[in-house]
């Protein structure tokens, strides 16, 4: 995740995170002695040839694992205690082993930037490892995370385009929740089953305005509703810009309760449609062939039983999109009002009724 380019490893607790124990990296067991690993890796820096080491790559899954048990500590007192504070998750800024799993996520991606800029700038003799580190951790993690919203599709700086402001009337919290927008499709983090983190941004509305009693997820929903139509003034700005990062979100998943729904079974896309008709097309020719033999007309029944059967709902095509395809039924309900096409209907269900019974069915 995050600015990794695959060659470092995440951390992992040695007893799972609810332990809450220390984390270790994966690849510091790459030597059975961690401690050599994290002196090479100061004496390389303190040489002023850790970045030139590191990029020659054979041994750069072992610097990286050095590199972890050096920078997640700096990491998570100097920025992820802050920021999980700020977030008023006081539980998680208590220690690494408590944090929830998108604080976790984030304290991974913190990690494996400050790690990947550790050994791609370290060029110049470091003396004091740690607070070099410490010194970097706003450039190596802000760089990051605006690669991260690069390769998500989304805007790396989100700021407001002077079109869009007008667009809202340049007003202050629609302004406002327009580049919360912005910012929000361009990060992994997820709203639960919803799509936008309609109550936070409700709190940020009601600081906004001092409309403390107006301010629920109702409210802000519709205020979304009304950027995003001023966003889609310009379709190819918003497809490029909102529509296609958020669609990288994962989707939102609802528990579902009672009996699990039937999976989907692969087959051709008209093979449902096929189905259907034959079992509707048996049905009728059952009725017809009911009726005829209490001696009903036959072309009449034949008529009155097709509009019956084929006339109501089709489940054949339940899961296909309105007048995304031909109708199956259009062609058999018209025919009815041809005589021609009817009589031709007429004999041939007459002539399969005949081939079931025998030369019973009367024309």
């Known amino acids: 995740m995050g600015a990794s380019s695959g060659q470092t490893r995440r951390l992992e607790s040695r007893s799972g995170n609810a332990g809450g124990r220390l984390y270790v990296s994966r690849a510091a067991r790459v030597r059975p002695d961690a401690r050599r690993g994290a002196e090479r890796l100061r004496r390389l820096a303190a040489e002023g040839t850790l970045a030139e080491e590191a990029a020659r790559g054979w041994d750069r899954l ?9 920078v997640w500590p700096i990491v998570f007192s100097r920025m992820t205690r802050r920021f999980e504070q700020m977030r008023g998750h006081a539980a998680c800024a208590a220690g690494v082993g408590n944090l929830a799993d998108e604080c976790l996520d984030r304290f991974h991606d913190d990690v494996e930037a400050v790690v990947e ?3 791609a700038h370290a060029r110049r003799p470091i003396q004091n490892l740690e607070a070099w580190v410490a010194a970097r951790l706003g450039a190596a993690t802000v760089d990051a995370h605006r690669r991260r919203r ?28 327009a580049t919360n927008i912005l910012v929000w499709v361009g990060v992994a983090d997820t709203a639960g089953t919803e799509v936008w983190p309609l109550d936070s941004w409700a709190q940020e509305r009601a600081r906004c305005v001092g409309d403390w009693t107006g301010s629920d997820p109702a409210v802000v929903t519709r205020e979304v509703g009304q950027v995003l139509r001023a966003m889609r003034t310009r379709p190819d700005w918003y497809e490029s810009f909102v529509e296609r990062p958020l669609g990288t979100k994962q989707a939102p998943v609802a528990a579902v309760y009672g009996e699990p729904a039937a999976p989907l079974v692969l087959g051709e896309p008209d093979g449902d449609v096929d189905t259907e008709l034959v079992r509707l097309a048996g049905h009728a020719v ?9 001696g009903e007309d036959a072309k009449a029944t034949v008529a009155e039983v097709i509009r019956h059967v ?25 025919a009815l009002a041809d005589r021609g096409r009817l009589d031709g209907i007429v004999t041939t269900v007459l002539s399969i009724i005949a081939e079931r ?6 024309p």
């Open 117 to 119: 800029d550790l050994l």
């Open 62 to 70: 072992e610097l990286s694992g050095a590199a972890y048990e050096v």
């Open 150 to 177: 690069g390769q998500r599709g989304a805007l790396q700086r989100p700021r407001l385009p002077g079109w869009l402001a007008d667009e809202l009337g340049r007003d202050p919290w629609l302004t406002t929740l």
């Open 286 to 294: 059952r009725l017809i062939d009911r009726c005829v033999g209490q």
């Open 357 to 362: 019974n025998g030369p019973t069915a009367r």
């Open 310 to 334: 084929f006339g109501g709902l089709f489940a054949g095509g339940l899961d296909r999109a309105p007048h995304a395809a031909p109708d199956p039924l259009g062609g058999v309900t018209g």
